[in-house]
């Protein structure tokens, strides 16, 4: 069982926009400020989109933005396009160096 | 180019022991925090295993505590994850990843290595 909950798939039409939910405790995501989102395509490594809640990293797409309210933490996909289909994995810094993630979430877009 | 290239992966039998390796190129490798995350295939992420810079502090996840050991030999730029006692519920893709430096994620990881633990 993940330490952090994610719906397990959400889909959506080319240039729509959909929201990703990430829930945690006062533990995780509601104490820090680390939340991460990690894109992975089948049989690939996660790669990085979102770090810091709301932060892209080089070369990640402008039209994923990130956000967090309480102890639930989002990621939004704007302008939704196939190559965004894939798993969205949530993940939050836990304290001392280590980390907790999500189950992760399925993107289809339709 | 930051990159992480492991090896060490395959099928081990239940009580069984694996060293995974992560060769780092691209980067300083002794400048930074190294982790180990893996999949159970078609799951989440489980966080394993961290090690500093220099090796002098390790932790890890309670399910591999007493079982698994990580190790870096930063000459060698070369990061390792000692297996002992597996069993099938170890059975995942295992992966080496980098932590920012000055930051609080992991912004560069291995590609994965199935381990699997099965008679």
């Known amino acids: 069982q993940s330490a952090l909950t994610q719906p397990a798939s959400v889909s959506g039409s080319p240039g729509q926009s959909i929201t990703l939910s990430c829930a945690g405790s006062?533990?995780?995501?509601?104490?820090?400020?680390?939340v991460s989102w990690y894109q992975q395509h089948p049989g690939e490594a996660p790669k990085l989109v979102i770090y810091?809640?709301?932060a892209r990293p080089s070369g990640a797409s402008d039209r994923f933005s990130g956000s967090k309210s309480g102890n639930t933490a989002s990621l939004t996909i704007s302008g939704l396009q196939a190559e965004d289909e894939a798993d969205y994995h949530c993940s939050s810094y836990a304290g001392s160096d280590t980390y907790v993630f999500g189950p992760g979430t399925r993107v289809n877009v339709l | 180019e930051v990159q992480l290239v492991q090896s060490g992966g395959g099928v081990v039998q239940p009580g069984g022991s694996l060293t995974l390796s992560c060769a780092a190129s691209?980067?300083?490798?002794?400048?930074?925090?190294m982790h180990w995350v893996r999949q159970v295939p078609g799951k989440g992420l489980e966080w394993v295993a961290l090690?500093?810079?220099?090796?002098?502090?390790?932790d890890y996840a309670e399910s591999v505590k007493g079982r698994f050991t990580v190790s870096r030999d930063n000459r060698k730029n070369s990061l390792y994850l000692q297996m002992n006692g597996l069993s099938p519920v170890d059975t995942a893709v295992y992966y080496c990843?980098?932590?920012?430096?000055?930051?609080?994620?992991?912004?560069?990881w291995g590609q994965g290595t199935l381990i699997t633990v099965s008679s």
């Open positions: 810091d809640v709301n």
């Open positions: 990843a980098r932590r920012r430096a000055g930051g609080n994620y992991l912004d560069s």
């Open positions: 691209g980067f300083t490798f002794d400048d930074y925090m």
């Open positions: 090690i500093t810079w220099n090796g002098d502090i390790t």
């Open positions: 006062s533990s995780d995501i509601g104490r820090y400020n680390h």
